[in-house]
């Protein structure tokens, strides 16, 4: 068989050689978070052991060499999303501070008679904090549906839309199911009704690229342990115009221009939603995991995991029983799967014991399995790094594991 992308970069990451429970790890949690390859971590090291400080306040060498190294960071993002500027780049603890950056942001914005439009295939952390912000201004909910194959209905998104709508919430790409969603189309019909679009891409950035500029949205969000690098650090994208009028999210350090016991002025982009020490560390690890992926290219990235997207799938629905959630046209590699007469949880418990980490349950998605009546799904997501090899065991494995419930 021809050599895979996954025989080449797999050596980078070290916890790929351990075992769980005597047996060699396979790891299929990816959506979850992905592994970090040893650049990642040389980084985190290299900073604590070589420039450890705290960056944009001292004139001292290290400090300078920290800020140095935090703002090239920034700039890595702005390049890696096609942003028009650095300083539309947030760094922020995650996606979901991001999003809630967001709607805390516009909590001063919306009115009662606003109305906001959200999807049935939302991740929670771009639901609640939406649920939220119409409970304080009182402003209404509305959401779209999706189908049996887990795509989001166009037909009830275009009539949701009205010059009511001031906010639309989505995401690029489903953590549960996989569906890839219509971005650009859906963004330029948000904006034909004078909508801000809030995208919440954690599952696209560490499968495809990303042009914010030619999507046109005024916010997307990220999470930089999903494309390998640390935990604890995100980004918020946002135009200009957009991050300018939003009210800041936290007040403290680093985010004020001048500060009287009264009241304050607050610092221009991106520092003015930046309040207190950032996570260093991980802004400078996520720079090495942002070059490690850039040396592997994204292109080659997305082709090898749509190649095995296409060999799991057949392997999986060969194993008579097997259902699988998530069949959009479009969809990224993760293969979200129940059999029949079997809960979900004990496929995951059997399997671990086997060694293969994948994860059960709704994956923080109720309202997806609300849609479809099941209490949650056995989720495998692949990476870069997930091999013809680790998908035969997720095969062989649940065969066993079924032998033993069914
Ligand atoms: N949005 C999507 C689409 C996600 O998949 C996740 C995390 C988040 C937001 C939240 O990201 P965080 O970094 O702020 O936590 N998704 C998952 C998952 O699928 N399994 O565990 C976490």
Redesign the pocket.
């Given at each position: 068989m021809t050599p895979m992308l996954s025989d080449k970069i797999r050596s980078d990451f070290p916890i790929l050689t351990r075992q769980v429970h005597g047996k060699s790890l396979v790891y299929l949690?990816n959506?979850?978070?992905t592994q970090k390859p040893q650049a990642v971590i040389d980084a985190l090291v290299g900073y604590y052991s070589g420039y450890n400080s705290n960056v944009h306040r001292g004139v001292h060498q290290l400090s300078q060499e920290a800020t140095d190294a935090f703002e090239a960071v920034r700039r890595q993002l702005q390049e890696h999303l096609h942003a028009a500027e650095s300083h539309e780049i947030i760094l922020t603890?995650?996606?979901?501070?991001?999003?809630n950056l967001v709607a805390h942001g516009f909590r001063s914005i919306l009115k009662p008679e606003d109305e906001i439009i959200v999807t049935q295939l939302?991740?929670?952390?771009?639901l609640v904090p939406w649920q939220m912000l119409a409970q304080h201004t009182g402003a209404t909910l509305r959401y779209v549906p999706i189908d049996g194959r887990g795509v989001l209905d166009q037909t009830v998104y275009q009539s949701l839309l009205s010059e009511r709508t001031k906010l639309v919430a989505f995401?690029?790409?489903?953590?549960?199911l996989g569906t890839i969603n219509p971005v650009k189309a859906m963004t330029a019909a948000a904006h034909a009704v004078g909508a801000v679009v809030v995208v919440?891409?954690?599952?696209a950035l560490p499968h495809c690229s990303v042009d914010v500029q030619d999507l046109d949205v005024d916010f997307y969000?990220g999470?930089a342990?999903?494309m390998y690098g640390p935990?604890g650090v995100?980004l918020l994208y946002g135009k200009t115009a957009w991050l300018e009028t939003l009210p800041p999210y936290q007040g403290g350090g680093e985010m004020i221009s001048e500060v009287a016991m009264e009241q304050s002025s607050y610092a221009g982009l991106p520092h003015k939603f930046e309040a207190g020490t950032p996570n260093i560390a991980g802004v400078i690890g996520w720079g090495a995991a942002l070059s490690w992926m850039q040396q592997v290219g994204l292109e080659a990235i997305e082709a090898h995991e749509q190649a095995l997207l296409a060999y799991g799938t057949e392997r999986l629905l060969a194993i008579p029983g097997v259902k699988i959630y998530g069949v959009a046209p479009e969809k990224a590699a993760v293969l979200s799967f129940n059999v029949a007469g079997v809960h979900p949880y004990d496929v995951g418990t059997l399997l671990d014991q086997m060694g293969i980490a994948v994860?059960t349950g709704q994956?923080?998605?109720q309202p997806i399995m609300d849609c479809f009546g099941i209490p949650g799904t056995i989720?495998a997501?692949l990476a870069v790094y997930t091999s013809r090899e680790d998908l035969d065991a997720l095969a062989h494995g649940l065969e066993k594991a079924i032998a033993l419930l069914v």
């Open positions: 949690d959506a979850a978070t603890k995650g996606t979901t501070d991001s999003l939302e991740h929670h952390s771009n995401n690029h790409i489903s953590n549960a919440d891409g954690a599952q969000a999470s342990h999903k935990t995100g994860r994956h923080c998605t989720r997501s």
